[in-house]
């Protein structure tokens, strides 16, 4: 039996919304609001609205794993509250 992988490259918030298969493994390793340039992000957000973000996507991944699928969280060790 052959797997199918599929990278999926756009607003993971609209791609999470979409997404209507369970998923085996996140990795989220998302921005650290630490004031970096990021293209199409803005890394330098008050911490209450980085927070809110960051709990809005895992809430959207929180829907998805499959039976016994894994979520990697990557963050700052330094980071004072994490999801
Ligand atoms: C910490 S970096 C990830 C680094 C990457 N894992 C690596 O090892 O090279 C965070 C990435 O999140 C991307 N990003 C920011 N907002 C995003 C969003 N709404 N959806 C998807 N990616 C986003 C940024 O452009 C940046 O590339």
């Known amino acids: 039996m052959s797997t199918t992988y599929q990278l ?3 607003d993971c918030t609209e791609i999470l919304d979409r997404l209507t298969q369970t998923v085996d493994l996140t990795f989220l390793d998302p921005p650290f609001n630490q004031g970096k340039e990021y293209p ?17 996507i ?26």
């Open 8 to 10: 999926l490259i756009g």
């Open 40 to 56: 199409n992000h803005n890394d330098n957000l008050p911490d209450a609205v980085y927070w809110e973000w960051m709990e809005q």
């Open 58 to 83: 895992c809430q959207k991944i929180f829907r998805i794993p499959s039976k016994g699928g894994a979520i990697y969280f990557m963050q700052r060790e330094k980071m004072p509250n994490s999801c």
